[in-house]
T-cell receptor, first 113, second 111 residues
Framework: KAGVTQTPRYLIKTRGQQVTLSCSPI?????VSWYQQTPGQGLQFLFE???????NKGNFPGRFSGRQFSNSRSEMNVSTLELGDSALYLC????????????FGPGTRLTVL | SQQGEEDPQALSIQEGENATMNCSYK?????LQWYRQNSGRGLVHLIL?????REKHSGRLRVTLDTSKKSSSLLITASRAADTASYFC???????????FGKGITLSVRP
């Protein structure tokens, strides 16, 4: 089976812009979770989608949003980018629950200038 | 505050030695998982141990769980240079149905 893929791998944006990141889960996986990783805060949970519905959400401002499509592919969007949004954004998929074994993609490195 | 906190924050050993990493957590858990991350890349799942299990093995990995002390340890035996990575523990507390990750341990294995 192909692993979790994320596009793009690297992204440079300027403050105030918006960005959309994409994640394709492992075939058959219906749960997709997003994480933000920074040196200061570590890995922080953004949200989880299951069958096109947001099932869980972390403590992030409303500028961070996401969605899931019928084929389980997911996108996350960050609007009005801030310097502090610079991070590695990781997507993980699992068969059913976000608390079972998670399969991570390689991440998207976002740099906000 | 972090649910899982790893100890030590950094570990440097010689190839062939064993590496022991610890994780402590605050509230009761359903399961605890260990992940590995090579520099700037995605995480790779290593092992999952459930709250009713005390020890699990996978190849050169041995994980123990002590729910009375709210702690877990990951032992990597006969380490290799390729084991150089960051290691994270993640806990499922049942609340909010999400994994909470610690800040990680940086392991360096010198050839």
């Amino acid at each position: 089976k192909a692993g979790v893929t994320q596009t793009p791998r690297y992204l440079i944006k300027t403050r105030g812009q918006q960005v959309t990141l994409s994640c394709s889960p492992i075939s058959g996986h219906r749960s997709v979770s997003w994480y933000q990783q920074t040196p200061g805060q570590g890995l922080q949970f953004l949200f989880e989608y299951f069958s096109e519905t947001q099932r869980n959400k972390g403590n992030f401002p409303g500028r961070f949003s996401g969605r899931q499509f019928s084929n389980s592919r997911s996108e996350m969007n960050v609007s009005t980018l801030e310097l502090g949004d610079s991070a590695l954004y990781l997507c993980a998929s699992g068969p059913i629950r976000s608390t079972d074994t998670q399969y991570f993609g390689p991440g998207t490195r976002l740099t906000v200038l | 505050s972090q649910q899982g906190e790893e100890d030590p924050q950094a570990l440097s050993i010689q190839e062939g030695e064993n590496a022991t990493m610890n994780c402590s957590y605050k509230t009761s858990i359903n399961n605890l998982q260990w992940y590995r991350q090579n520099s700037g890349r995605g995480l790779v799942h290593l092992i999952l141990i459930r709250s009713n299990e005390r020890e699990k093995h996978s190849g050169r990995l041995r994980v123990t769980l002590d729910t009375s002390k709210k702690s877990s340890s990951l032992l990597i035996t006969a380490s290799r240079a390729a084991d150089t990575a960051s290691y994270f523990c993640a806990t499922d507390t049942g609340a909010n149905s999400k994994l909470t990750f610690g800040k990680g341990i940086t392991l360096s294995v010198r050839p």
